[in-house]
Protein backbone atom coordinates (compact mmCIF):
# COMPACT_ATOMS: atom_id res chain seq x y z
CA UNK A 1 0.00 0.00 0.00
CA UNK A 2 2.60 2.22 1.16
CA UNK A 3 5.21 1.20 -1.76
CA UNK A 4 6.88 4.48 -3.19
CA UNK A 5 8.44 3.93 -6.73
CA UNK A 6 9.90 6.86 -8.38
CA UNK A 7 10.31 5.37 -12.83
CA UNK A 8 12.64 7.35 -14.90
CA UNK A 9 12.06 10.85 -13.37
CA UNK A 10 13.77 14.37 -14.74
CA UNK A 11 13.21 17.30 -13.57
CA UNK A 12 14.33 20.30 -15.98
CA UNK A 13 13.81 24.05 -14.88
CA UNK A 14 13.05 26.01 -17.98
CA UNK A 15 12.36 24.38 -21.40
CA UNK A 16 13.90 21.70 -22.31
CA UNK A 17 14.97 22.56 -25.69
CA UNK A 18 16.37 25.61 -25.11
CA UNK A 19 20.23 25.98 -23.66
CA UNK A 20 18.86 27.70 -20.84
CA UNK A 21 17.25 25.22 -19.03
CA UNK A 22 18.39 24.15 -15.58
CA UNK A 23 18.71 20.14 -15.30
CA UNK A 24 17.95 19.02 -11.67
CA UNK A 25 17.32 15.59 -11.77
CA UNK A 26 17.77 13.20 -14.23
CA UNK A 27 16.59 9.91 -15.07
CA UNK A 28 15.99 8.84 -11.37
CA UNK A 29 14.56 5.53 -10.60
CA UNK A 30 14.20 4.59 -6.93
CA UNK A 31 11.64 1.47 -5.51
CA UNK A 32 11.13 1.65 -1.78
CA UNK A 33 9.36 -0.84 -0.05
CA UNK A 34 6.26 -0.78 2.01
CA UNK A 35 7.74 0.10 5.23
CA UNK A 36 11.24 0.76 4.60
CA UNK A 37 12.95 3.88 6.00
CA UNK A 38 14.93 5.68 3.54
CA UNK A 39 17.58 8.42 3.36
CA UNK A 40 18.51 10.62 0.34
CA UNK A 41 22.09 12.16 0.65
CA UNK A 42 24.12 14.48 -0.76
CA UNK A 43 24.83 18.13 -1.56
CA UNK A 44 23.01 21.23 -0.79
CA UNK A 45 22.31 21.27 -4.46
CA UNK A 46 22.16 18.04 -6.02
CA UNK A 47 18.33 18.16 -6.17
CA UNK A 48 17.44 15.78 -3.10
CA UNK A 49 14.35 18.53 -2.12
CA UNK A 50 13.27 18.96 -5.90
CA UNK A 51 13.01 14.82 -5.71
CA UNK A 52 10.99 15.28 -2.43
CA UNK A 53 8.68 18.22 -3.88
CA UNK A 54 7.65 15.83 -6.92
CA UNK A 55 6.89 13.07 -3.66
CA UNK A 56 5.24 15.28 -2.13
CA UNK A 57 2.87 16.28 -5.12
CA UNK A 58 4.12 20.34 -4.73
CA UNK A 59 5.85 20.01 -8.30
CA UNK A 60 5.31 17.26 -11.19
CA UNK A 61 8.34 15.53 -13.20
CA UNK A 62 9.24 16.85 -16.62
CA UNK A 63 9.20 13.31 -17.14
CA UNK A 64 8.56 10.00 -15.32
CA UNK A 65 6.50 8.88 -12.95
CA UNK A 66 6.24 8.87 -8.95
CA UNK A 67 3.69 6.64 -7.47
CA UNK A 68 2.20 5.40 -4.62
CA UNK A 69 0.90 2.18 -4.14
CA UNK A 70 0.67 2.01 -7.66
CA UNK A 71 -1.58 5.49 -7.75
CA UNK A 72 0.67 8.47 -9.43
CA UNK A 73 1.34 11.49 -7.26
CA UNK A 74 -0.51 14.20 -8.31
CA UNK A 75 -1.07 16.70 -5.43
CA UNK A 76 -0.27 17.00 -2.39
CA UNK A 77 -2.38 15.59 0.19
CA UNK A 78 -2.22 13.69 3.51
CA UNK A 79 -1.34 10.28 1.41
CA UNK A 80 2.13 11.52 0.84
CA UNK A 81 2.51 14.38 3.89
CA UNK A 82 5.54 16.30 4.94
CA UNK A 83 7.42 17.12 7.61
CA UNK A 84 8.99 20.20 7.33
CA UNK A 85 12.25 21.86 8.53
CA UNK A 86 10.78 24.94 9.87
CA UNK A 87 7.94 22.67 11.67
CA UNK A 88 5.32 24.77 9.63
CA UNK A 89 3.25 24.87 12.77
CA UNK A 90 0.27 27.06 12.70
CA UNK A 91 1.50 29.13 15.45
CA UNK A 92 -2.50 30.92 15.80
CA UNK A 93 -3.34 27.06 16.91
CA UNK A 94 -2.35 24.98 19.80
CA UNK A 95 -0.89 22.21 20.07
CA UNK A 96 -3.93 20.02 19.95
CA UNK A 97 -5.32 21.81 17.27
CA UNK A 98 -2.21 21.67 15.01
CA UNK A 99 -2.23 17.68 15.72
CA UNK A 100 -5.99 17.37 14.63
CA UNK A 101 -5.86 19.85 12.09
CA UNK A 102 -5.07 16.92 8.99
CA UNK A 103 -7.39 15.06 11.09
CA UNK A 104 -10.38 17.33 10.18
CA UNK A 105 -9.21 18.05 6.29
CA UNK A 106 -10.10 14.52 6.58
CA UNK A 107 -13.33 15.01 8.06
CA UNK A 108 -13.09 12.77 10.79
CA UNK A 109 -15.84 12.91 13.44
CA UNK A 110 -14.85 15.06 16.33
CA UNK A 111 -14.69 11.85 18.62
CA UNK A 112 -12.28 9.92 16.49
CA UNK A 113 -9.99 12.96 15.74
CA UNK A 114 -9.86 13.41 19.68
CA UNK A 115 -8.80 9.99 20.61
CA UNK A 116 -6.31 9.90 17.53
CA UNK A 117 -4.98 13.63 18.70
CA UNK A 118 -4.58 11.85 22.03
CA UNK A 119 -2.60 8.73 20.28
CA UNK A 120 -0.02 10.71 18.75
CA UNK A 121 0.52 13.11 21.81
CA UNK A 122 1.34 10.02 23.87
CA UNK A 123 3.35 8.40 21.33
CA UNK A 124 5.70 11.50 20.66
CA UNK A 125 5.69 12.52 24.12
CA UNK A 126 3.83 15.61 24.73
CA UNK A 127 1.32 14.84 27.01
CA UNK A 128 0.68 18.38 29.56
CA UNK A 129 1.28 20.26 26.18
CA UNK A 130 -1.87 20.16 24.26
CA UNK A 131 -2.70 23.39 25.20
CA UNK A 132 0.47 25.17 24.30
CA UNK A 133 1.07 27.41 21.61
CA UNK A 134 4.01 26.76 19.08
CA UNK A 135 5.62 29.78 20.28
CA UNK A 136 5.75 28.18 23.53
CA UNK A 137 7.75 25.11 22.92
CA UNK A 138 11.22 24.97 22.26
CA UNK A 139 12.95 23.50 18.81
CA UNK A 140 12.60 19.94 19.40
CA UNK A 141 9.14 19.94 20.99
CA UNK A 142 8.03 21.45 18.01
CA UNK A 143 8.99 18.97 15.97
CA UNK A 144 7.67 16.62 17.77
CA UNK A 145 4.19 18.16 17.01
CA UNK A 146 4.77 18.47 13.68
CA UNK A 147 5.60 14.81 13.52
CA UNK A 148 2.32 13.82 15.47
CA UNK A 149 0.69 15.71 13.05
CA UNK A 150 1.99 14.23 10.18
CA UNK A 151 1.40 10.71 11.75
CA UNK A 152 -2.08 11.38 12.63
CA UNK A 153 -3.51 11.46 8.99
CA UNK A 154 -1.37 7.77 8.52
CA UNK A 155 0.05 8.68 5.55
CA UNK A 156 1.20 6.06 3.20
CA UNK A 157 4.69 7.53 2.81
CA UNK A 158 5.68 10.38 5.18
CA UNK A 159 8.28 12.56 3.76
CA UNK A 160 10.98 15.05 6.32
CA UNK A 161 12.88 18.26 4.70
CA UNK A 162 15.84 17.96 6.62
CA UNK A 163 13.53 18.07 9.84
CA UNK A 164 16.37 18.35 12.51
CA UNK A 165 18.96 20.80 10.64
CA UNK A 166 17.97 23.58 13.02
CA UNK A 167 18.23 22.23 15.77
CA UNK A 168 21.66 22.02 17.80
CA UNK A 169 23.70 19.27 17.94
CA UNK A 170 21.98 17.44 21.21
CA UNK A 171 18.83 17.85 20.49
CA UNK A 172 19.16 16.51 17.29
CA UNK A 173 20.90 13.39 18.20
CA UNK A 174 17.70 13.12 20.95
CA UNK A 175 14.86 13.38 18.18
CA UNK A 176 16.95 11.12 16.05
CA UNK A 177 16.76 8.58 18.79
CA UNK A 178 13.24 9.35 19.14
CA UNK A 179 12.26 9.51 15.19
CA UNK A 180 13.74 5.94 15.86
CA UNK A 181 11.73 4.62 18.60
CA UNK A 182 8.79 6.34 16.92
CA UNK A 183 8.50 5.04 13.42
CA UNK A 184 9.41 1.02 14.98
CA UNK A 185 5.97 1.53 16.93
CA UNK A 186 4.42 2.73 13.54
CA UNK A 187 6.26 1.95 10.52
CA UNK A 188 5.41 3.92 7.83
CA UNK A 189 7.58 4.39 4.32
CA UNK A 190 9.71 7.58 5.02
CA UNK A 191 11.60 8.78 3.05
CA UNK A 192 14.22 11.82 4.37
CA UNK A 193 16.41 14.29 3.24
CA UNK A 194 19.60 15.04 4.56
CA UNK A 195 22.93 16.23 3.94
CA UNK A 196 24.94 14.18 7.08
CA UNK A 197 25.88 11.15 6.81
CA UNK A 198 25.66 10.11 10.30
CA UNK A 199 21.75 10.69 10.26
CA UNK A 200 20.94 8.63 7.03
CA UNK A 201 23.57 5.96 8.67
CA UNK A 202 21.27 6.37 12.21
CA UNK A 203 18.32 6.01 10.78
CA UNK A 204 17.19 4.61 7.53
CA UNK A 205 17.70 0.87 6.14
CA UNK A 206 18.54 2.23 2.46
CA UNK A 207 20.73 5.14 1.84
CA UNK A 208 20.80 6.52 -1.84
CA UNK A 209 23.47 8.81 -2.77
CA UNK A 210 22.81 11.25 -5.22
CA UNK A 211 25.89 13.05 -7.43
CA UNK A 212 25.59 16.69 -7.94
CA UNK A 213 23.71 18.57 -10.69
CA UNK A 214 22.44 17.14 -12.36
CA UNK A 215 21.41 14.57 -9.43
CA UNK A 216 21.35 11.16 -10.62
CA UNK A 217 21.12 7.87 -8.45
CA UNK A 218 24.86 7.84 -7.62
CA UNK A 219 24.66 4.53 -5.28
CA UNK A 220 22.34 3.19 -3.10
CA UNK A 221 23.93 1.63 0.21
CA UNK A 222 21.77 -0.83 2.03
CA UNK A 223 22.24 -0.28 6.23
CA UNK A 224 22.36 -3.56 7.71
CA UNK A 225 22.73 -2.81 10.89
CA UNK A 226 20.27 -3.72 13.98
CA UNK A 227 18.65 -0.71 15.95
CA UNK A 228 19.81 1.59 17.31
CA UNK A 229 22.50 1.61 15.76
CA UNK A 230 26.43 1.68 17.87
CA UNK A 231 28.20 4.59 16.36
CA UNK A 232 31.50 3.15 17.38
CA UNK A 233 30.64 -0.44 15.86
CA UNK A 234 33.03 -1.40 13.10
CA UNK A 235 30.36 -2.05 10.21
CA UNK A 236 29.24 1.46 11.02
CA UNK A 237 32.51 3.39 11.09
CA UNK A 238 33.17 1.01 7.69
CA UNK A 239 29.28 2.75 6.43
CA UNK A 240 30.57 5.70 7.02
CA UNK A 241 33.72 5.80 5.25
CA UNK A 242 32.01 4.25 2.40
CA UNK A 243 29.39 7.08 2.06
CA UNK A 244 32.03 9.74 3.07
CA UNK A 245 33.98 7.99 -0.52
CA UNK A 246 30.96 8.44 -2.41
CA UNK A 247 29.86 12.04 -1.34
CA UNK A 248 33.53 13.17 -1.85
CA UNK A 249 34.26 10.93 -4.83
CA UNK A 250 31.79 13.01 -6.38
CA UNK A 251 33.49 16.57 -5.22
CA UNK A 252 36.78 16.26 -6.26
CA UNK A 253 35.78 15.33 -9.63
CA UNK A 254 34.26 18.44 -9.82
CA UNK A 255 36.25 20.63 -8.49
CA UNK B 1 28.43 53.68 24.99
CA UNK B 2 26.32 54.27 27.66
CA UNK B 3 24.12 56.00 29.11
CA UNK B 4 24.23 59.51 30.72
CA UNK B 5 24.20 58.91 34.41
CA UNK B 6 21.02 59.99 36.28
CA UNK B 7 22.63 61.20 39.08
CA UNK B 8 25.37 63.35 37.56
CA UNK B 9 23.37 66.65 37.43
CA UNK B 10 20.55 68.08 40.23
CA UNK B 11 18.65 69.29 36.87
CA UNK B 12 18.60 65.99 35.78
CA UNK B 13 18.07 64.37 38.84
CA UNK B 14 14.75 66.46 39.25
CA UNK B 15 13.81 65.08 36.02
CA UNK B 16 13.91 61.69 36.82
CA UNK B 17 11.85 62.26 40.19
CA UNK B 18 8.79 64.60 38.20
CA UNK B 19 5.61 62.40 38.50
CA UNK B 20 4.19 61.22 34.91
CA UNK B 21 1.71 63.83 34.16
CA UNK B 22 3.78 66.79 35.48
CA UNK B 23 4.61 68.65 32.42
CA UNK B 24 0.71 68.06 31.20
CA UNK B 25 -0.52 69.73 34.32
CA UNK B 26 1.96 72.59 34.18
CA UNK B 27 0.71 73.05 30.39
CA UNK B 28 -2.85 73.24 32.17
CA UNK B 29 -1.87 75.30 34.66
CA UNK B 30 -0.12 78.04 32.30
CA UNK B 31 -3.26 77.54 30.02
CA UNK B 32 -5.21 78.99 33.17
CA UNK B 33 -2.95 81.57 33.51
CA UNK B 34 -3.01 83.11 30.21
CA UNK B 35 -6.79 82.69 29.86
CA UNK B 36 -8.15 84.03 32.95
CA UNK B 37 -5.60 86.37 34.54
CA UNK B 38 -3.43 88.01 31.82
CA UNK B 39 -5.76 87.91 28.72
CA UNK B 40 -8.29 89.83 30.12
CA UNK B 41 -6.05 92.07 31.50
CA UNK B 42 -3.93 92.44 27.99
CA UNK B 43 -6.50 92.31 25.36
CA UNK B 44 -10.29 91.31 26.39
CA UNK B 45 -11.33 90.07 22.75
CA UNK B 46 -8.60 87.41 22.91
CA UNK B 47 -9.78 86.60 26.47
CA UNK B 48 -13.10 85.21 24.41
CA UNK B 49 -11.26 83.29 21.96
CA UNK B 50 -9.60 81.22 24.68
CA UNK B 51 -11.63 79.95 27.50
CA UNK B 52 -9.74 78.56 30.39
CA UNK B 53 -9.96 75.06 31.39
CA UNK B 54 -11.73 75.48 34.39
CA UNK B 55 -14.69 77.03 31.62
CA UNK B 56 -13.97 74.11 29.23
CA UNK B 57 -14.24 71.89 32.56
CA UNK B 58 -18.15 73.82 33.54
CA UNK B 59 -19.36 73.50 30.03
CA UNK B 60 -18.56 69.93 29.45
CA UNK B 61 -20.16 68.90 32.75
CA UNK B 62 -23.28 71.37 31.30
CA UNK B 63 -23.06 69.72 28.01
CA UNK B 64 -23.11 65.97 29.79
CA UNK B 65 -25.34 66.80 31.84
CA UNK B 66 -27.97 68.37 29.03
CA UNK B 67 -27.60 65.22 27.01
CA UNK B 68 -25.87 67.43 23.86
CA UNK B 69 -22.68 66.03 24.34
CA UNK B 70 -23.87 62.41 24.27
CA UNK B 71 -26.37 62.78 21.52
CA UNK B 72 -23.35 64.18 19.00
CA UNK B 73 -20.91 61.69 20.27
CA UNK B 74 -23.62 59.07 19.89
CA UNK B 75 -24.62 60.21 16.40
CA UNK B 76 -20.84 60.35 15.42
CA UNK B 77 -20.16 57.07 16.48
CA UNK B 78 -23.46 55.67 14.89
CA UNK B 79 -21.63 57.03 11.62
CA UNK B 80 -18.24 55.53 12.21
CA UNK B 81 -19.69 52.00 13.05
CA UNK B 82 -21.91 51.94 9.99
CA UNK B 83 -18.87 52.81 7.39
CA UNK B 84 -17.04 50.51 9.78
CA UNK B 85 -19.85 47.58 8.73
CA UNK B 86 -19.51 48.54 4.76
CA UNK B 87 -15.51 49.05 5.22
CA UNK B 88 -15.27 45.49 6.14
CA UNK B 89 -15.82 44.43 2.70
CA UNK B 90 -12.02 45.36 2.32
CA UNK B 91 -10.96 42.03 4.12
CA UNK B 92 -12.76 39.40 1.64
CA UNK B 93 -11.53 41.76 -1.41
CA UNK B 94 -8.16 42.15 0.00
CA UNK B 95 -7.94 38.26 0.38
CA UNK B 96 -9.13 37.74 -3.29
CA UNK B 97 -6.41 40.29 -4.15
CA UNK B 98 -3.88 38.76 -2.39
CA UNK B 99 -4.28 35.30 -3.24
CA UNK B 100 -5.48 35.56 -6.55
CA UNK B 101 -2.77 36.78 -9.19
CA UNK B 102 -4.95 37.61 -12.06
CA UNK B 103 -7.35 39.73 -9.89
CA UNK B 104 -4.85 41.82 -8.14
CA UNK B 105 -3.69 42.47 -11.98
CA UNK B 106 -6.96 43.54 -12.57
CA UNK B 107 -7.86 45.60 -9.60
CA UNK B 108 -4.70 46.89 -8.21
CA UNK B 109 -4.78 49.97 -11.39
CA UNK B 110 -8.05 50.92 -9.99
CA UNK B 111 -6.77 51.41 -5.80
CA UNK B 112 -3.88 52.64 -7.16
CA UNK B 113 -5.60 55.66 -8.71
CA UNK B 114 -7.98 55.84 -6.13
CA UNK B 115 -6.03 55.38 -3.02
CA UNK B 116 -4.20 58.83 -3.48
CA UNK B 117 -7.69 60.91 -3.32
CA UNK B 118 -7.86 62.08 0.17
CA UNK B 119 -11.36 61.14 1.37
CA UNK B 120 -12.37 65.41 2.08
CA UNK B 121 -12.04 65.62 -1.78
CA UNK B 122 -14.87 63.37 -1.93
CA UNK B 123 -17.20 65.79 -0.22
CA UNK B 124 -18.26 68.00 -2.51
CA UNK B 125 -19.60 65.76 -4.91
CA UNK B 126 -20.75 63.27 -2.11
CA UNK B 127 -23.18 66.30 -1.07
CA UNK B 128 -24.34 66.63 -4.44
CA UNK B 129 -24.87 62.60 -4.69
CA UNK B 130 -26.05 62.07 -1.27
CA UNK B 131 -27.37 65.17 0.08
CA UNK B 132 -26.30 66.44 3.47
CA UNK B 133 -26.94 64.01 6.27
CA UNK B 134 -26.29 60.37 7.90
CA UNK B 135 -25.15 58.81 4.06
CA UNK B 136 -23.07 61.28 2.87
CA UNK B 137 -21.29 61.31 6.17
CA UNK B 138 -21.07 57.52 5.47
CA UNK B 139 -19.29 57.13 2.48
CA UNK B 140 -16.51 59.80 3.47
CA UNK B 141 -16.01 57.94 6.37
CA UNK B 142 -15.77 54.70 4.60
CA UNK B 143 -13.68 55.93 2.19
CA UNK B 144 -11.15 56.67 5.05
CA UNK B 145 -11.63 53.07 6.62
CA UNK B 146 -11.37 51.03 3.17
CA UNK B 147 -8.42 51.64 1.79
CA UNK B 148 -6.09 51.45 4.76
CA UNK B 149 -8.34 47.84 5.69
CA UNK B 150 -7.72 47.03 2.06
CA UNK B 151 -4.15 47.77 1.58
CA UNK B 152 -3.24 46.02 4.88
CA UNK B 153 -5.06 42.84 4.76
CA UNK B 154 -3.47 42.35 0.63
CA UNK B 155 -0.19 43.23 2.28
CA UNK B 156 -0.73 40.14 4.86
CA UNK B 157 -1.88 37.50 2.26
CA UNK B 158 1.55 38.64 0.41
CA UNK B 159 3.47 37.70 3.79
CA UNK B 160 1.92 34.55 4.91
CA UNK B 161 5.12 31.94 4.95
CA UNK B 162 4.43 29.32 1.64
CA UNK B 163 5.55 26.86 3.85
CA UNK B 164 2.35 27.26 6.22
CA UNK B 165 0.75 26.85 3.23
CA UNK B 166 2.64 23.73 1.84
CA UNK B 167 1.95 22.03 5.14
CA UNK B 168 -1.80 22.68 4.94
CA UNK B 169 -1.76 21.20 1.48
CA UNK B 170 0.44 18.32 2.63
CA UNK B 171 -1.74 17.55 5.07
CA UNK B 172 -4.87 17.56 2.54
CA UNK B 173 -6.39 20.97 2.41
CA UNK B 174 -8.09 22.10 -0.37
CA UNK B 175 -8.03 25.64 -2.05
CA UNK B 176 -10.67 27.39 -0.01
CA UNK B 177 -9.43 25.51 3.30
CA UNK B 178 -6.22 26.95 2.84
CA UNK B 179 -7.85 30.83 2.05
CA UNK B 180 -10.18 30.18 5.35
CA UNK B 181 -7.65 28.28 7.71
CA UNK B 182 -4.40 29.73 7.36
CA UNK B 183 -4.04 32.79 4.33
CA UNK B 184 -7.00 34.24 6.33
CA UNK B 185 -5.44 33.72 9.87
CA UNK B 186 -1.93 34.63 9.03
CA UNK B 187 -3.03 37.53 7.32
CA UNK B 188 -5.06 38.26 10.77
CA UNK B 189 -2.57 40.38 12.65
CA UNK B 190 -2.13 42.65 9.46
CA UNK B 191 -5.62 42.76 8.60
CA UNK B 192 -6.11 44.07 12.55
CA UNK B 193 -3.53 46.69 12.06
CA UNK B 194 -5.20 47.65 8.82
CA UNK B 195 -8.60 47.81 10.80
CA UNK B 196 -6.90 49.91 13.55
CA UNK B 197 -5.71 52.48 11.07
CA UNK B 198 -8.97 52.76 9.50
CA UNK B 199 -10.75 53.77 12.14
CA UNK B 200 -8.45 56.15 13.30
CA UNK B 201 -8.58 57.91 9.77
CA UNK B 202 -12.11 56.59 9.53
CA UNK B 203 -12.94 58.94 13.11
CA UNK B 204 -10.76 62.28 11.34
CA UNK B 205 -12.74 61.99 8.39
CA UNK B 206 -15.98 61.60 9.87
CA UNK B 207 -15.37 65.33 11.72
CA UNK B 208 -14.34 66.67 8.34
CA UNK B 209 -17.18 65.58 7.06
CA UNK B 210 -19.81 66.88 9.64
CA UNK B 211 -18.25 69.78 9.61
CA UNK B 212 -19.87 70.59 6.39
CA UNK B 213 -22.48 68.51 5.41
CA UNK B 214 -24.12 67.09 8.98
CA UNK B 215 -26.69 68.40 11.30
CA UNK B 216 -25.48 66.27 14.16
CA UNK B 217 -21.98 65.00 15.13
CA UNK B 218 -19.25 65.97 16.93
CA UNK B 219 -17.88 67.54 13.79
CA UNK B 220 -21.24 69.73 13.57
CA UNK B 221 -21.72 70.82 17.41
CA UNK B 222 -18.26 72.17 17.17
CA UNK B 223 -18.84 74.00 13.61
CA UNK B 224 -22.16 75.13 15.05
CA UNK B 225 -20.20 76.51 18.35
CA UNK B 226 -18.36 78.67 16.00
CA UNK B 227 -21.03 80.59 14.97
CA UNK B 228 -21.89 81.61 18.33
CA UNK B 229 -18.30 82.17 19.33
CA UNK B 230 -18.58 79.65 22.43
CA UNK B 231 -14.73 78.61 21.85
CA UNK B 232 -15.65 76.35 25.68
CA UNK B 233 -17.66 74.01 23.62
CA UNK B 234 -15.34 74.29 20.60
CA UNK B 235 -12.52 72.96 23.04
CA UNK B 236 -14.94 70.56 24.90
CA UNK B 237 -15.83 69.03 21.41
CA UNK B 238 -12.22 68.76 20.38
CA UNK B 239 -11.39 66.73 23.56
CA UNK B 240 -14.63 64.52 22.88
CA UNK B 241 -13.09 63.80 19.54
CA UNK B 242 -9.53 63.70 20.26
CA UNK B 243 -10.41 61.07 23.90
CA UNK B 244 -12.98 58.59 21.87
CA UNK B 245 -10.53 58.02 18.77
CA UNK B 246 -7.83 57.24 21.90
CA UNK B 247 -10.69 55.12 23.65
CA UNK B 248 -11.25 53.37 19.89
CA UNK B 249 -7.85 52.51 19.30
CA UNK B 250 -7.12 51.54 23.22
CA UNK B 251 -10.55 49.15 22.59
CA UNK B 252 -8.97 47.44 19.67
CA UNK B 253 -5.33 46.92 20.46
CA UNK B 254 -7.22 45.20 24.01
CA UNK B 255 -9.44 43.03 21.80
CA UNK B 256 -6.35 42.25 19.46
CA UNK B 257 -4.11 40.73 22.62
CA UNK B 258 -7.07 39.22 24.16
CA UNK B 259 -8.27 37.51 20.26
CA UNK B 260 -4.67 36.79 18.87
CA UNK B 261 -2.51 35.88 21.53
CA UNK B 262 -0.29 34.01 18.86
CA UNK B 263 0.44 37.34 16.85
CA UNK B 264 3.90 38.07 17.13
CA UNK B 265 3.81 42.04 17.67
CA UNK B 266 1.99 40.75 20.87
CA UNK B 267 4.42 37.74 21.72
CA UNK B 268 5.99 39.59 24.53
Given at each position: MGRLSIENVSKIYG????????????DVSLDIPDHAFCAILGH????KTTLLNMVAGFERPTFGEVSIGGEPVSRPGWRNTMIFQEYALFPWMNVAENIEFGLEMKKLPQQEREEARRTYVDLVGLQGFETKYPRQLSGGMRQRVAIARALAVCPEVLLMDE?????DAQTRGAMQDELVRIWRREPKTVMLVTHSIDEAIKLADKVVVLSRRPGRVKDVVEIGLERPRDEDHADYIALRRRLRELIYDDFDERS | MTAPDPARHWLLRALFRLPNLAALVGLILLWEFVASVWLPRSDPYLATLMPPPTQVFTTAVELIRSGELGFHLLASLKREAVAFLFALAAVPLGLLMGWFRPIHAQLDPIVEVLRPIPPLAWIPLSILWFGIGDAQNQFIIFLGMFFPILINTIDGVAKVEPVLVRAARSLGAGEWKVIKRVVLKAALPQIVTGVRVGLGVGWMALVAAELVGASSGLGFMINDARSVLRTDIIVVGMITIGFVGLVIDMLLRFATRKLLPWSVSNAK
Amino acid sequence: MGRLSIENVSKIYGDPASEGAVVALRDVSLDIPDHAFCAILGHSGCGKTTLLNMVAGFERPTFGEVSIGGEPVSRPGWRNTMIFQEYALFPWMNVAENIEFGLEMKKLPQQEREEARRTYVDLVGLQGFETKYPRQLSGGMRQRVAIARALAVCPEVLLMDEPFAALDAQTRGAMQDELVRIWRREPKTVMLVTHSIDEAIKLADKVVVLSRRPGRVKDVVEIGLERPRDEDHADYIALRRRLRELIYDDFDERS
Amino acid sequence: MTAPDPARHWLLRALFRLPNLAALVGLILLWEFVASVWLPRSDPYLATLMPPPTQVFTTAVELIRSGELGFHLLASLKREAVAFLFALAAVPLGLLMGWFRPIHAQLDPIVEVLRPIPPLAWIPLSILWFGIGDAQNQFIIFLGMFFPILINTIDGVAKVEPVLVRAARSLGAGEWKVIKRVVLKAALPQIVTGVRVGLGVGWMALVAAELVGASSGLGFMINDARSVLRTDIIVVGMITIGFVGLVIDMLLRFATRKLLPWSVSNAK
